[in-house]
């Protein structure tokens, strides 16, 4: 059975797999493996939380220190208070819409109980009246008692459309939610989460063997932070991924991958394609030209990237590490170039 047949399993195998990738984090930065610790990076590794993904980012770039309480604060204020406020407020309004709709129906379900009684005693009546005027009495009970009904009906439907747009909207709020936890507020690409949201979906559905990835890391960039300061690092990161963005097409999935490291998703390209896709990206990066609003060059900049590319069924995690790996070789070699895996030892 695959993780396709069993939504469960696929999932725990998602989990684990983003575990796995949260703690290289927590080893790198020497960041105690404690379950706050382990709950915060897996997060970040998910990418669904984009003020905490924003956060870490602007730390990690900074070259913060992850202290014991720094984490401790970046987990009351990104994932508990928030899970507790967006959770509290998301049961209240489903729960206030269902609230509502019983009592409309409860009320709908006494009125047409009463209108059927009072039906059944008029038909009663009208059998057994012989009187011309009692007769027309009786039609008009029961004319203005349908009208009542009609009335509540109406009333009914419209309570009804109400919610039905009040449900409309709040789809289209947690679909808007959804959209913020697998986007990249600082470059509106798609963020980690997304992209192994992508690459699941291609190691557990599609045939091995077509499909690439590409991990890209803007070259010296603690050193244009440091000189240039941090909104300006922001602006580079930017147009890094208007560049990536630019050089990749409707299938693909590039992505912010954390800091100043991007990757990008190939479905259905081979090999020898993504390194040409990877050329593209690092030519028009290094021959661009920034400058500040002063006119003032800010210098050259320039990416190194590692390619690699899916093998049978392999998950995505051995993907990442081998063009991770790839990345690091670039960058080992002098920068400003592409490494694919073939050049791994």
């Given amino acids: 059975m695959t993780d396709k047949d069993n939504p469960a399993e696929g999932e725990t195998a998602r989990c684990q797999e983003q575990m796995r990738l949260a703690i290289p984090y927590l080893q790198r930065f020497g960041i105690p493996p404690t379950p706050k610790n382990y709950a915060l990076w897996f997060d970040y590794v998910r990418g669904d939380n984009a003020a905490l993904t924003a956060e870490i980012d602007k730390l990690i770039s900074a070259n913060a220190r992850f202290t014991g309480p720094l984490c401790d604060e970046l987990f009351e204020r990104h994932i508990r208070q928030q899970a507790l406020i967006g959770n509290r407020e998301l049961r209240e309004r489903i729960s206030n819409i269902l609230t509502d709709l ?23 009546e009208i059998q057994h009246c012989d009187d011309l005027q009692e007769l027309g009495d009786l039609l008009q009970v029961l004319a203005d008692e349908t009208k009542h ?108 991958y954390g800091g100043e490291e991007y990757a990008v998703l190939l479905p259905n390209t081979p090999l020898v394609g993504a390194i040409a896709v990877a050329e593209n990206i690092r030519a028009a990066i290094a021959a661009a030209r920034l400058v500040r609003s002063s006119k003032e060059p800010i210098g050259k900049i320039t990416v190194s990237v590692g390619v690699a590319a899916l093998h049978g069924s392999e998950d995505s995690l051995e993907l990442i590490e081998r063009a991770d790996r790839a990345l690091y070789l670039a960058k080992e070699r002098g920068r400003n170039q592409v490494i694919p895996e073939t050049a791994l030892t």
């Fill in 102 to 124: 019983t009592s409309s129906l409860g009320h709908m379900d006494d009125e047409a109980g009463g209108y059927d009684r009072h039906l059944q005693q008029h038909i009663e």
């Fill in 149 to 256: 009904m009609r009335q509540s009906t109406r009333q009914l439907r419209q309570a009804f459309e109400e919610k039905s747009d009040a449900i409309d909207d709040l789809q289209r709020e947690l679909q808007q939610v959804k959209k913020v936890a697998t986007s990249d507020p600082l470059t509106g690409l798609p963020n980690r989460r997304a992209l192994l949201a992508a690459m699941n979906g291609l190691t557990e559905a599609s045939d091995p063997g077509h499909h690439a990835l590409l991990m890209i890391d803007i070259d010296h960039f603690k050193a244009i932070n440091d000189s240039h300061g941090h909104l300006l690092g922001d602006r580079v990161i930017r147009f890094v991924a208007e560049v990536i963005r630019n050089n990749t097409k409707g299938q693909d999935t590039p992505c912010r």
